[in-house]
């Protein structure tokens, strides 16, 4: 019920990014555009695969740690780092909006994951009665979403 009541909050939260994201998916053999990203002017042809990966090797890691604390931390000096050079800096401008993207899609990739895990191994009747603790997935899940919020939230409090 939990795992339920989860992927319906995850769905919400990500809903907008699903056009997103199946566009990147079909492309994903193909050098992602940047101008799916939003990044402006002149910079588009700067942004490489290699770019996005990096991020998206950054974000993933990030969220596999399990103790939120440190995870927070390292997001907060991350994001303070680049919120604080993007008044000066288009890298790190760049590095913002590629971050709040790569995110989305990221999370939307987890999800579906999950998703599909969970049908291969839907729940028994007596799972209800014994809590056990989340799962990896679970937990990256919660830890993607947490990501998203304090980026976000620390973006919009900087501008």
Not at 39 to 67: A, P
Request: aromatic fraction near 6%.
């Amino acid at each position: 019920m939990k795992l339920i009541y989860f992927a319906l909050l995850f769905v919400s939260i990500f809903e907008k990014a699903d056009a997103f994201c199946s566009h990147i998916q079909q492309a994903s053999s193909h050098r992602i555009s940047p101008i799916l990203f939003g990044t402006s002017g002149d910079n588009h042809e700067n942004i490489g695969q290699s770019e996005i990966e990096e991020i998206r090797t950054l974000i993933l890691t990030m969220s596999k740690e399990q103790n939120d604390e440190k995870r927070r931390k390292d997001l907060s000096d991350l994001m303070t780092k680049k919120v604080e050079e993007s008044r000066v800096d288009e890298e790190a401008k760049r590095f913002l909006e590629l971050w709040d993207q790569t995110l989305i899609l990221v999370g939307g990739e987890v999800q579906e994951e999950a998703r599909l895990k969970a049908m291969k191994n839907p729940p028994q009747e007596n799972d209800n009665m014994n809590p056990k603790e989340k799962s990896d997935d679970e937990l990256q899940l919660w830890a993607l979403v947490d990501m998203m919020v304090q980026s976000k939230t620390m973006v919009k409090k900087a501008r």
